[in-house]
């Protein structure tokens, strides 16, 4: 686990004149062939404090921010992660100004029908809040999907997060992908104790959470930029000496230039 504020269900102190940010994101693995055969295996929720203006912050870097993270070290452990995910997600809905997620739809789904009969009562509360942001105008909602609610800022039509981050000018470029998947990395982990894999699917949940906190925060005309950010530079600079992965070249190359 990584945290900044002392693990699941703890929020960060909230400076005065602050909007408070939660975004979320879940990682699983895929199997349709079997009812609710989807398994998570790693969460992340991601905190920002936006100064609170009558108009649109404009930023040219990212904005301070703070993150728990949460993997399995076995499969046996996923009642628990369960648990720590509902956690988070229902503090966030106690205490933040705003929850938001790409799909978080799915991601609900998927921990709830890990949950079992037990589904915590955050996660039921949290899908049934999904469910009614419909009700409210984007700049209005208290639960936002940018998979849903991002339209009016976007002209292309894909809904993948990355393509929408590239048509912000989020640099969310992600190179924990380019010779296995997340599945196959998640086996490295589990598996053969890599120790390099957990990090990078690590990292990419991460990247997943800051990104889709950026992409709402325009959707609701909370910020604007008009230079690229790049949310790679982001996580180097929080989580530094906490996550190897971040120190590898493949990696500083995305922060630094391509200079090593």
């Known amino acids: 686990m990584i945290s900044d504020i002392g693990g699941p269900g703890r929020i960060p102190d909230r400076p ?125 909602q208290r639960v936002l999907d940018t998979r849903f609610d991002a339209a009016g800022v976007l002209s292309h039509t894909s809904r993948r997060l990355v393509d929408v981050c590239g048509e912000m000018n989020l640099d969310v470029t992600q190179p924990e992908l380019a010779r296995k998947s997340m599945t196959a990395l998640n086996r490295d982990w589990l598996h053969n104790a890599d120790t390099e894999a957990r990090e990078r699917i690590t990292v990419l949940n991460l990247r997943h959470s800051l990104s889709t906190a950026y992409v709402a925060l325009r959707a609701t005309g909370t910020l604007t930029w008009q230079t690229p950010l790049n949310v790679n530079t982001m996580l180097a600079d929080r989580l530094a000496g906490r996550v190897g992965w971040l120190q590898h070249p493949t990696f500083r190359a995305l922060t630094n230039g391509g200079r090593e």
Not at 64 to 73: C, E, I, K, M, Q
Not at 99 to 111: E, F, K, M, P, R
């Open 16 to 140: 005065p004149g602050t909007r408070l940010i939660a975004s979320i994101d879940v990682e699983w693995s895929k199997n349709y062939r079997i009812k609710n055969g989807n398994q998570a295996f790693c969460y992340s929720v991601v905190w920002l404090a936006v100064p609170l203006a009558g108009e649109p912050l404009v930023v040219t870097s990212g904005l301070p921010f703070w993150a728990t993270s949460v993997y399995l070290d076995r499969e046996d452990e996923r009642p628990d992660l369960v648990q720590a995910a509902a956690s988070d997600i229902g503090t966030a809905a106690d205490a933040a100004d705003l929850v938001v997620g790409h799909q978080l739809c799915s991601d609900l789904a998927v921990l709830a029908a890990n949950a079992g009969t037990a589904v915590p009562a955050a996660l039921a509360a949290a899908r049934q809040a999904w469910r009614d942001r419909r009700h409210a105008a984007v700049r209005d």
